[in-house]
């Protein structure tokens, strides 16, 4: 297979360079200038290579090329948003890999059975509007029945109607195949090109509060204190410690404290954290919590209180199309590890509707999200390489 490079690496450093900050990285936030700047060139990067492009109410871009014998699509691409000073391959490479292979069937003279989508989601990275906006909206999946959305769509001139125009018949998705930098460094760390995604983790919050007693700081002596700033602490400790030894795959964060009052002359009264955990298997997250709640009940300075905020299931990638990228793999000889994305992803919402597929390359040193971010280019050719080839034996199967 002759890919061009050249083209693919120039590509991906246009468009992953709109939005550069003085701090060296890639601000792009959904909805921003800097998305739309980019949402434009890739529109028209999609038209020069032969797809009929619109982008939707909610900005999604999406390139079609019909198929000559099914209206069935397969759809491929990801998001084009970024996190604030993000690095440039974190969405933009999987969309740009898409691009490509637009151009790829185009300069081949390929006809396509199925209808081929290539799309740049809005706004996955998250935000007031919560990550993977663009797809979950293209899939139906916002609750628009919800508290507050006309309020917030209205921040974004965006209108209930608007969602309504852009959720897609889901039916007619094949599937989606995303391509995507790990953001781990299991794949580095193993020196193995490719990952084959066998799912996306499970993510649950909890509020954690802790009650203690404030009082002076210095008239109350250290014995007898009901510091609850002090026994969440232990609480965090004692639960990384349980967290840690569970499996490879259980992660846990106390991602959020705060303190009250939160003056140094005053013994904190009350705590609060936010704790979440990410597995595959929720009956896992559900004993840890458990576990962490027994912790708890055995510090006695203070009262714990446990509300679960978020619970968002884990997804499985689709059997036969991990195969399919299985036999690619083997067929062309490069090396792969089968493994699960501790990150979301568009494919995560896509995953509720069509049969979905993942391909992850390595990120030097497992860090995303921010300037140092890098994947190499022979490892992205030999991504490119995988998903071409597993669309085109997806699109055998009429
Ligand atoms: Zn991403």
Request: aromatic share 6%; hydrophobic share 40%.
């Amino acid at each position: 297979m002759k890919l061009n490079t050249d083209r693919l690496k120039n590509n991906i450093l246009k468009l992953g360079s709109i939005g550069r900050t003085m701090y060296g990285g890639i601000t792009r936030l959904g909805f921003t200038d800097e998305y739309y700047k980019a949402a434009d060139l890739f529109k028209e990067l999609l038209e020069d290579a032969g797809l009929e492009v619109h982008i939707d109410k909610v900005g999604n871009v999406i390139g079609r090329k019909k198929g000559k014998k099914s209206e069935k699509i397969i759809m491929t691409g990801s998001h084009l948003d970024t996190v604030v000073n993000g690095g440039i391959f974190d969405g933009n490479m999987g969309a740009v890999a898409g691009l490509e292979f637009a151009y790829y069937i185009k300069e081949n003279n390929i006809k396509l059975n199925h209808t081929i989508e290539i799309v740049g989601f809005n706004a996955e990275e998250g935000g007031e509007m919560g990550g993977t906006f663009g797809s979950r909206a293209m899939m139906g999946l916002i609750d628009l029945d919800k508290k507050g959305l006309v309020e917030k769509l209205g921040k974004y001139n965006l209108s209930i109607d608007d969602i309504k125009n852009s959720t897609i018949d889901t039916d007619r998705i094949k599937c989606f195949i995303e391509f995507h930098i790990e953001q781990g460094n299991i794949l580095y760390e193993n020196n193995i090109p490719i990952g084959i995604v066998s799912g996306i983790v499970g993510i649950t919050r909890y509020k954690i509060t802790a009650l203690g007693e404030s009082n002076h700081a210095g008239t109350t002596m250290m014995k007898g204190r009901k510091d609850a700033f002090q026994a969440l602490a232990k609480l965090a400790v004692q639960s990384d410690d349980y967290i840690s030894n569970v499996d490879d795959i259980l992660v846990g964060t106390f991602g959020v404290v705060n303190i009250y009052p939160n003056m140094a002359n005053v013994i904190p009264g009350k705590a609060e954290a936010i704790l979440e955990l990410r597995h595959m298997d929720q009956n896992v997250i559900d004993d840890t919590i458990e576990r962490i709640k027994a912790i708890a009940d055995s510090i006695d300075s203070a009262k714990f209180t446990f509300e679960k905020i978020i619970s968002k299931k884990s997804c499985q990638c689709d059997k036969d199309i991990i195969s399919i990228i299985d036999k690619v793999c083997k067929d062309n000889n490069i090396k792969y590890k089968t493994i699960h994305s501790g990150a979301g992803h568009d494919a995560n919402a896509i995953a509720k509707k069509a049969p979905v597929g993942m391909i992850f390359v390595p990120s030097e040193k497992g860090k995303s999200h921010c300037p140092s971010e890098w994947t190499d280019w022979d490892d992205i050719e030999k991504g490119c390489e995988i998903l071409f080839k597993t669309l085109l034996k997806i699109d055998e199967q009429i």
